[in-house]
């Protein structure tokens, strides 16, 4: 009997976010959070979650207490696409300001996050892994898992909801008025039990926000003191352009015998080149590239980071993406689109897998690297 209690203590000691994992069959247990145990840390201050999304999306919505890093600005280079300190995003130096800046200190647990589609959250995840921060993890779902799991949400979504339907009720009953031989007395009476009706409607709404999980406005830092430890900075999960390069002159040289895979993870205007951003000289792709776009490892059906793992393997088996190769992933900047697929194939279980930090804004500026349109 002692023993089943034990068993029993056991299996419900285990975390909500370990059940969902297995259950999606992921490999690596260590790298995803659920909104359901994430919700238990908003307020921690050994905690900082962290918005990978760009400016004016963490305005109009962002979990409570948490800062912005945008993905596509994490990695720094010049104007021609030179990175000082590759394969690292920023300098060292750079970095510490920079994460300082917002607040984070080296014993807090990171939790990046984006809407949920899962490039921008891995963005920050690879950054601070990169730099060999202890505990990152991704919000599997992002603010959109989050809202899900908000009483507070439902209860606003509702409220607004019969708002929008007084709002219409009240268009149409002021559009009846101005008709020939309406009656004014009636409308007037109903006019005015819409308003009121609105206005109590408001204020429980302004009540209900004060609990959202998700809340509207700007970024309140508190700066803190980050320090990297060179000796800790981890280079396993990232490259630099002369290392993509010697995978692609073997992947020319020996097909899909190759020991290296290279993952396009773009849309196809920007593979073939018809799109480009303004600062980068060329548009194309790496040669012998292997386009995956990364849409086929998010899932928006289910508006989740990441498919499970029997999907995900069924994508990569389809285009040969074995893990007895050395991986690596590269879309515009690297924090993005490139980087949620190293973070799929590391929760396969997928050992040499890296980000190809500064991608093409790197490639496509430097005229020594051959491009393909």
């Not at 289910?302 to 050395?326: H, I, M, W």
Request: hydrophobic content about 40%; glycine content about 8%.
């Amino acid at each position: 009997m002692n023993r089943l209690l034990k068993t029993l203590c056991v299996a419900a000691s285990l975390s909500a976010s370990t059940i969902l994992m297995a259950a999606d069959g992921y490999k690596d247990n260590n790298i995803l959070i659920s909104a359901d145990e994430a919700v238990k840390l908003i307020g921690n201050p050994k905690v900082m979650f962290v918005s990978g999304d760009n400016e004016d999306i963490y305005k109009l919505g962002h979990i409570k207490g948490s800062v912005e890093m945008y993905a596509h600005h994490l990695h720094h280079s010049e104007i021609d696409g030179e990175m000082h300190c590759a394969p690292l995003y920023r300098c060292p130096d750079d970095a510490e300001k920079y994460i300082g800046g917002k607040g984070i200190s080296n014993d807090m647990t990171i939790i990046a996050y984006d809407d949920f589609k899962g490039p921008n959250a891995t963005g920050v995840y690879s950054f601070f892994k990169s730099f060999g921060h202890k505990n990152v993890k991704i919000l599997n779902g992002g603010r959109a898992a989050m809202m899900a799991v908000d009483p507070a949400q439902k209860e606003y979504d509702a409220l607004n909801k019969d708002l929008k339907a007084a709002t219409k009720s009240l268009k149409e009953a002021k559009e009846a008025l101005t008709k020939e031989g309406a009656d004014k007395a009636a409308l007037d009476a109903t006019i005015a039990k819409i308003q009121a009706d609105s206005k109590v409607l408001k204020d429980k709404m302004a009540e209900v926000e004060k609990r959202l999980l998700v809340v509207k406005g700007e970024e309140v830092d508190t700066p803190k003191n980050y320090k990297i430890d060179p000796k800790k900075i981890d280079y396993t999960a990232i490259a630099d352009k002369n290392e993509v390069k010697h995978a692609m002159e073997d992947i020319l040289k020996n097909g899909k015998n190759s020991q290296y895979v290279i993952i396009d993870s773009r849309g196809i205007a920007e593979i073939i080149g018809e799109r480009k951003m303004d600062n980068v000289a060329r548009g194309g792709h790496v040669p012998g590239a292997t386009f995956i776009e990364w849409a086929q490892i998010s899932d928006a059906d289910n508006k989740l980071s990441f498919k499970s793992a029997d999907k995900l393997q069924e994508v990569y088996n389809r285009y040969g993406v074995t893990p007895d190769k050395t991986i690596y992933a590269y879309c515009q900047v690297g924090a993005g689109r490139g980087s949620e697929h190293i973070a799929a194939l590391q929760l396969l279980g997928y050992k040499n897998v890296k980000v190809f930090t500064g991608s093409w804004d790197v490639w496509g500026n430097d005229m020594n690297l051959p491009i393909k349109r």
